[in-house]
């Protein structure tokens, strides 16, 4: 069974960076993409940024700020956030996703980035 847990959450100042880092441990087959989400209370879950089949794709208010790294030989997948905004508050859930459909998620990490 996969086991996701994600690290690097914290609280920034506005402008400042952080960088989100999501480690597996179990048994792992047919990962096919790992990702990023964010959730606010009240809202659905948001794609952030995934990446699979050999591309990334980041939701608009990533583009330019933020990028993902997947690293197959250690299952880990890294979202780098630059630039960040008041408005990137919230819980970020990293995801892997096999190609079977079948979705495992982390517990969460909360960012806050203050103004």
């Known amino acids: 069974q996969l086991q996701l847990t994600e690290s690097g959450g914290g609280s920034v100042l506005a402008g400042e960076s952080l960088t989100l880092s999501c480690a597996a441990s179990g048994t792992a087959f047919g990962i096919n993409s790992m990702g990023w989400f964010r959730q606010s209370p009240g809202k659905t879950r948001e794609m952030v940024a995934m990446?699979?089949?050999?591309?990334?794709r980041y939701a608009n208010s990533a583009k330019g700020r933020f990028t993902i790294t997947r690293r197959m030989e250690t299952m880990t997948v890294d979202l780098q956030m630059n630039n960040l905004k008041p408005e990137a508050t919230t819980v970020y859930y990293c995801t892997f996703s096999t190609m079977n459909g079948e979705d495992t998620w982390g517990p969460g990490t909360q960012v806050t980035v203050s103004s």
């Open positions: 990446v699979g089949g050999g591309a990334a």
